[in-house]
């Protein structure tokens, strides 16, 4: 899964907008890399984007709307 590091909090955060290949850093990043899900909880992270990813996993036949 691909995942930012934001220069203005230093949290990882799922990527704003699509992700080529060849993309690279934007002036929001400082760093963009490819992590295994088995390495999401050691990252800091916003609850947020956290439970958005949990979702994501659970592979939900329908939208979360809490």
């Known amino acids: ?3 930012q590091q934001r220069r203005d909090s ?3 955060a799922l990527p ?3 992700i080529e290949r060849a ?3 934007s002036d929001e990043s400082t760093a963009l890399r490819w992590v295994a899900p088995g ?3 050691e990252l800091p992270m916003h ?3 956290r439970l958005r990813l949990r ?3 659970e592979e939900r036949a329908e939208p979360y709307l809490g």
């Open 23 to 25: 993309d690279s850093l």
């Open 39 to 41: 390495e999401i909880a």
């Open 55 to 57: 979702h994501a996993f």
């Open 1 to 3: 899964m691909p995942l």
């Open 10 to 12: 230093g949290l990882w």
């Open 47 to 49: 609850r947020a984007q």
């Open 16 to 18: 704003g907008g699509g």
